[in-house]
């Protein structure tokens, strides 16, 4: 059961000392309270575990400072949705947001190479009205003699030339606790020129402790990516670990299944799923067409498979995408097969923009009275 305080109660006031006095008293219950600061308002969550079942809904919404109750399923206790469940399923991170009903596009480079390659990706970013990117520092790779990133060593650049062409959030996958604390110095030593969203990759959605870790950290928001090989309830609940540590700005990403049932393409593409985690979840949803297509291939219509799989994310109403572009394929050191190139940017970004208008013409259909 989640208790959801009037905005702003102060915890040092009669009316929140009281509740608690009350709750502690309980048997069998035991509750931990979260704050989540706002910029306009800072709200309270009480969450009391153990036998709620014996607790009447109106008689903990009659106590002091309490707004609203909410009766949770046993799923996804933090980041699910519950009945009457009114708590957010947005938020906002360095001026964007991120949401179930929005849409924003982070195309970039799948690895950080050259200090040219980035700055050429970040001014084509901005030349299209970009603020958000893609760019591995620390890449999880299969062997251990491929090339694992320039971890920290690239970080200032990076950071310097996204601040220097307006880009307000990076996606940066990482590997381990370290690179956190790397991540926030790099920021600091640069003047925060720009934001970064924590991403764990699908080789570490079940890496519980490394969970725990980043889900204790508040300064970052988190992109975590489904596990390749594992059901959709355990990502999602790897996604209630981060939250049950205390950040809640997480974001879900789909990025395709691993089964030789896809070939040819790279995974089996599971964006269908869209919906289905925006209806049991409140976190907004990632699609990732170039990890899980994989190649450049192209359908006799004219169309790559990479841009078919977006289209088909964002028209089932996906709220962030992943993409891998690169000014110059054959270089990459990681994923070049799999780049968009950059004079296909804007191309991209038109096919993005009918898809996401023919979600919304969806929505407004559903609005038509049956006859
Ligand atoms: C990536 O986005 O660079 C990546 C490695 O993705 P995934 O963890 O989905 O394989
Ligand atoms: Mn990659």
Request: proline share 5%; net charge neutral.
């Amino acid at each position: 059961m989640i208790l959801i305080l009037t905005p702003n109660t102060d915890h040092d006031s009669a009316g929140y000392r009281q509740l608690v006095g009350y709750l502690g008293n309980l048997p069998n219950i035991t509750f931990r309270a979260h704050q989540e600061r706002g910029t306009e308002q800072t709200l309270t969550e009480v969450y009391l575990i153990g036998n709620t079942a014996a607790l009447s809904t109106a008689d903990m919404e009659a106590l002091p400072t309490v707004e609203r109750v909410v009766r949770i399923s046993q799923e996804y206790r933090i980041l699910g949705r519950h009945h009457d469940d009114q708590r957010p399923t947005a938020f906002n991170y360095n001026g964007v947001r991120f949401a179930q009903d929005n849409l924003t596009i982070f195309a970039g480079l799948c690895a950080v190479d050259t200090p040219e390659h980035v700055e050429i990706m970040m001014r084509a970013l901005r030349d299209n009205g970009q603020v958000c990117t893609r760019m591995g520092a620390y890449k999880p790779r299969t062997s251990p003699y491929a090339f694992q990133g320039y971890g920290k060593t690239c970080l200032s650049y990076v950071f310097e030339l996204a601040g220097k062409y307006g880009i307000k959030v990076i996606s940066m996958e990482i590997t381990h606790e370290s690179h956190v604390n790397e991540i926030h110095e790099a920021l600091h030593q640069t003047g925060n020129p720009t934001g970064v969203m924590l991403q764990i990759g699908t080789r570490n959605t079940q890496n519980f402790e490394l969970l725990k870790i980043v889900g204790r950290q508040t300064e970052f928001p988190i992109l975590l990516k489904r596990g390749f090989g594992i059901t959709l309830d355990e990502s999602l609940n790897a996604a209630e670990y981060l939250a049950s540590e205390g950040n809640r700005k997480i974001i879900f990403g789909l990025r395709g299944m691993k089964t030789n049932m896809g070939d040819p393409h790279r995974n089996l593409v599971d964006f269908a799923h869209v919906p289905t985690i925006k209806r049991l979840t409140r976190m907004p949803v990632c699609i990732d067409p170039s990890h899980s297509v994989g190649t450049r291939s192209r359908a006799p219509d004219g169309i790559l498979d990479i841009m078919h799989a977006t289209a088909q994310g964002v028209i089932s109403g996906a709220n962030m995408i992943l993409v891998d572009f690169h000014p110059n394929p054959g270089k990459a050191l990681v994923d070049g097969p799999q780049a968009l190139l950059l004079e296909e940017l804007p191309l991209f970004l038109d096919d993005v923009r009918i898809a996401r208008e023919a979600y919304e013409k969806r929505l407004r259909l559903m609005q038509r009275p049956l006859r």
